[in-house]
């Protein structure tokens, strides 16, 4: 073995073009490999802390074309009592990212991720209490359990137990309990836990009601549980508990494993969420990277040194057999592969916090366990064998007698001779990989363009969302502020809503048309909204007309969006009357507008019914557009006025463009991955390319030189040689181009709006690599065109 | 009989043409015997090395080794073959450049699967005879053409084959070179090893017992030495 090594050794230090290439082009996609396997053990990692992991379940509303996850209080109050198995389990209302105030010491601490829940909840969600216990931390309404990290926020080193924390200027919470932190692969972080019976006086309605739906169920299912059965008798009970049930409402048991990974499709969920086709794009990504590093490496040990075929002749010659070859070829790709892993790891090191950044991950070298240990080490034995064999079938293919006989300059020429079909065909697919990945690229921008740009429905730019804190003032403040910015030349407009555009409705509610009654029904998001609101966030008002402060009678006055108008099966919705089941006993309402869809969650799902009417009440969002100028000094003036007119709570703001740029977060996430991996595969079959165009040149030498001496012209020559390479590219093109297309075809099915898969899109794609190709060997052909005849022709 | 060509054919097709480079050879060599094959550029000579070192195939016709068809056997006797009777030198000498003298020595040991302490003896034998022993860490650059050649003859002998074949032996060496490695040669024919030669040196194809002239794939004649 020792013999075999040294050798390796001696070649890889050899032939430095080839190594330097290989090296750079195996470590890094090493690297990528690290930090994908990294994400992705990660990703996998979810929850699976929790001792009960494999016993958890959610209940899902399934509806038509979606799956949500919450539900009525009471239902669960129905299911506790009537299903024995469901009676373990826990409530949670999760506010989400919205933050609550909590006040302590005349300080605010926003808070998101507010967790109300009852004490089960303990039972299947662990935690370590540094103070307090599960059993009665959370029994009675307005305790609090918060987190150690919450804790040494608001209160220091001081002890919090039994401390009172003022949430929204108006209710006050014991502190009953302090737990560790939990691990951060969680899809609920909670670092405040409050009792749900709390909401009894927060929010009595929700506790009530059947049309209130916010809150989440889980509960502790053993192993022999018939889980399908057990839906089928949630449904039922829905069926006969719910006064407004038409029994079409079935449900799903959804295990706490396919939470974080495979909720995609849930809608109104505060869930953690990644996506299983996330991860399996980014492991597609690297393996694809790892596959143009190998062919690289297949190619140039073969192809760059023509002395690597005479090599292998003398080898046979001297009875080495095909396992000696193979050896010998596995040994080189040992070193180079340990070289490389090295390499990788230091690669990772300094890229990571650079990739984290453009991925918004937190990834760390830190979470490196055996598991990713493993992983890696099996990719690179992988690669080690595949390239090896690929090497040695290459080599041992090649009769020595051709390649020995007669005198070196001879049988190097021979020997280069061997660049195969089946070597060209690894360029052919190297090149293909690196389209498709172009393609996506493109694709990628032109969707996201399309969702964060075109279809938004409203003008996202130069827009502020301001929070207003539910409180008994609500109302009486937001008038205050819209006197006041009445004034200020750098205000253009003012409108308030319950929920802004770029963030998830809130509450949804059936409506359906008075004349036809509960068959019409559909779920719409309720949207109450001030006469200001739609002309402040610019929508496109397709029919009719917008509010009008001035008419009274426009209290009971609505407008809905396209799709609430597509979905009631409305021709002429003007003047149509409908009924708001959310809003329990109110009259009739009139339909006097119809305004374009307005995207509210992000657009994978599909575009929603929305119904806006005037509330004078819980207007949470304060939508302001500024004029465009100083944007910084705008923001202080606002805040200004803000703190005059309320002092105690903080000026909480958020760029409306910003809101969506999270809401796509994932998507932009993949867009910035496709675009770094697009940009390594060119940059690693180019330099392939580079290889191969030295290659080229150098078998050639001779045939150029005797075109040369019969007055052939350096262009000619440069054509000649570059002629091979853009067959290649052809060839790849045409083997992209429809893979390209059914894999993007595939990733636009999950948006409710598709861009269009144009045909330019290819070309470009094509275009691009065809260029960058050309200038890559365009360099090698000219310099073999230019090159004394005599040289090339002295010795034959 | 060692070697035995019957009928033996190797033609390309191209095309409609079908291109001879040998035809009908009938020829044996028997163990010990040093034949020198001679011939114009272009005779079929080098193919006619290569097919008896089973390096290329013939195309129609049958070659006997040791009276075993050659067709017939599988890849692993044929290596069994290059390990154990057959050796090779090169007009190119083709050393290993990575390889310093000792280990070109080495490498067709270690493919014997020869142990290390008996490999280590056989190879400082080899050097010892070829008065070598002060290069065996320098690397074939570093030597001039007859010096590599010998290196290349060491390597060849050093599995003790019982044929050695050579193409062009001495067609990079001065003169004075060629001569040393002739005289190499037929010491180690002395020896018992059986030697085939390829060359265009007449002067040097005398070395042999034995004469055979190629003319376009066919043997033109076959004479012994005096």
């Known amino acids: ?581 959310f809003n329990d006993g109110n009259p009739d309402y009139e339909i006097i507008g119809v305004v374009d869809d307005i995207q509210y969650q992000s657009l994978r799902e599909n575009g929603e019914a929305a119904i806006y009417y005037l509330y004078g009440s819980g207007l949470y969002r304060v939508v302001i557009r500024l004029n465009p100028g100083d944007m910084s000094a705008s923001l202080k003036k606002l805040e200004n006025i803000w703190k005059d007119i309320a002092p105690e709570y903080p000026f909480d703001y958020k760029f409306a463009d910003q809101m969506i740029q999270s809401n796509y977060a994932q998507v932009i996430r993949t867009r910035s991955l496709l675009s770094v991996m697009a940009f390594l595969a060119i940059a690693i079959s180019m330099l392939g390319i580079f290889g191969l165009g030295v290659f080229m040149a150098q078998r050639r030498i001779k045939e150029i030189g005797i075109r040369k001496v019969n007055g052939a012209k350096i262009s000619e020559m440069v054509l000649l040689l570059n002629k091979d390479f853009v067959k290649w590219i052809t060839l790849a093109f045409i083997i992209a181009t429809p893979v390209a297309w059914l894999v993007m075809h595939k990733w636009l099915e999950g948006f409710a709006y598709k861009t269009s898969l144009s045909w330019w899109i290819f070309v470009l794609a094509g275009l691009l690599a065809m260029t960058v190709a050309l200038l890559t060997v365009t360099w090698q052909s000219w310099r073999a065109a230019t090159r004394n005849p005599v040289e090339s022709l002295r010795y034959e | 009989m060692l070697i035995s060509f019957k009928d033996l054919d190797k033609f390309y097709d191209t095309g409609f043409q079908r291109a001879f480079i040998l035809k009908g050879i009938n020829l044996d060599i028997a163990e010990g015997e040093f034949v020198s094959i001679m011939g114009p550029s272009g005779a079929g000579k080098s193919t006619l090395l290569y097919i008896a070192g089973m390096l290329d195939e013939p195309s129609a016709g049958e070659y006997y080794f040791l009276d075993q068809p050659v067709s017939k056997i599988n890849e692993k006797k044929r290596v069994e073959f290059h390990r154990h009777y057959v050796g090779f030198i090169f007009q190119a000498f083709h050393l290993i450049e990575e390889m310093t003298v000792y280990e070109n020595i080495e490498t067709p040991l270690v493919y014997k699967g020869m142990k290390g302490s008996l490999r280590q003896a056989v190879v400082a034998e080899m050097l010892d005879r070829f008065n070598m022993v002060a290069k065996k860490d320098l690397f074939p650059s570093q030597l001039s053409g007859g010096q590599q050649q010998l290196v290349a003859i060491a390597r060849a002998i050093a599995g003790k084959p019982k044929l050695l074949l050579a193409d062009e032996p001495t067609g990079n060496l001065h003169t004075d070179q060629g001569k040393q490695i002739m005289d190499l040669l037929v010491q180690l024919n002395n020896e018992g090893i059986t030697i085939v030669q390829v060359t265009h040196n007449e002067q040097f194809a005398r070395y042999g017992k034995r004469i055979i002239r190629l003319t376009d794939g066919m043997i033109s004649s076959d004479t012994r030495t005096v």
């Open chain 1, 1 to 581: 073995m020792n013999h075999y090594l040294k050798l390796a050794v001696r070649n890889i230090l050899k032939q430095k073009t080839g190594s330097l290439i290989n090296i750079f082009g195996l470590s890094i996609s090493l690297a990528v490999c690290l930090i994908i396997t990294l994400f992705v053990v990660t990703e996998f990692s979810y929850d699976k802390f929790n001792p009960n992991y494999t016993e958890i379940y959610r209940l899902l509303r399934v509806g038509e074309n979606s799956r949500v996850p919450t539900h009525q209080i009471i239902f669960n109050e129905v299911l506790k009592t009537d299903l024995a198995e469901l009676g373990n389990g826990a409530m949670v209302f999760n506010r989400g990212p919205e933050s609550l105030f909590f006040q302590y010491d005349n300080t605010d601490y926003p808070i998101t991720n507010v967790v109300f829940t009852n004490p089960g909840y303990f039972n299947l969600f662990p935690v370590d209490f540094i103070s307090g216990n599960m059993n009665t931390a959370l029994d009675a309404p307005n305790k609090i359990v918060i987190s150690e990290s919450t804790s040494k926020r608001i209160f220091g080193d001081e002890n919090p137990m039994g401390q009172l924390l003022k949430c929204d200027n108006s209710f006050d919470f014991e502190v009953s309990g302090v737990f560790k932190d939990p691990p951060a692969n969680t899809h609920i972080h909670a670092g405040v836990l409050a009792s749900i019976e709390s909401l009894k006086t927060l929010n009595p309605f929700m506790t009530t009601s059947w049309n209130n739906t916010s809150t989440q169920f889980y509960y502790l299912l053993p192993a022999n549980t018939q889980i399908q059965d057990l839906e089928l008798r949630v449904a039922a009970e829905f069926k006969k508990a719910c006064p407004n049930s038409n029994g079409g409402e079935t449900y799903q048991l959804q295990p706490l494993s396919k939470i974080h990974l495979f909720s995609s499709d849930i809608t109104w969920d505060l869930a953690d969420k990644g996506s299983i086709q996330e991860v399996r794009s980014f492991i597609v990504i690297a393996i694809l990277i790892l596959i143009i590093a190998c062919f690289n490496y297949i190619n140039l040990s073969t192809a760059l040194a023509g002395k690597r075929t005479v090599y292998t002749g003398i080898q046979k010659v001297m009875g080495a057999d095909r396992k000696n070859i193979f050896i010998a070829a596995m040994s080189e790709v040992l070193i180079l592969m340990l070289v490389c892993s090295g390499l990788a790891f230091l690669i990772t090191t300094f890229a990571l916090p650079g990739f984290n950044k453009i991925m918004g991950f937190t990834l760390s070298l830190a979470h490196i366990d055996w598991v990713i240990v493993l992983i890696f080490i099996a990719v690179c034995l992988f690669i080690i064998l595949i390239t090896s064999v690929f090497q040695s079938w290459n080599l041992s293919r090649i009769s020595p007698a051709s390649i020995l006989a007669g005198n070196i300059r001879n049988s190097l020429i021979r020997g280069k001779a061997s660049f195969s079909r089946f070597s060209q065909s690894l360029s052919v697919l190297q090149l293909s990989i690196t389209m498709l990945l172009i393609v996506s690229v493109i694709t990628v921008f032109k969707q996201t363009s399309l969702v964060m740009e075109e279809k938004l429905g409203f003008n996202k730019e130069q827009m502020i969302v301001l929070q207003n804190p539910w409180d008994e003032n609500i109302h009486k403040r937001y008038e205050l502020l819209k006197k006041e910015l009445a004034q200020m030349p750098e205000v253009k407009g003012i409108g308030a809503s319950w929920n802004s555009p770029g963030e998830n409705i809130n509450n949804y509610g059936p409506v359906e048309l008075a004349e036809i009654g509960e068959p019409s029904r559909v779920l719409f998001g309720q949207l109450p909204v001030d006469e200001g609101f739609l002309s402040v966030v610019e929508a496109n008002l397709l029919l009719g007309r917008n509010f009008d402060k001035a008419l009274v009678s426009d209290s009971n006055k609505v407008i809905i969006n396209k799709m609430g108008m597509d979905l009631l099966n409305l021709k002429d919705p003007l003047g149509q009357k409908v009924k708001n089941l």
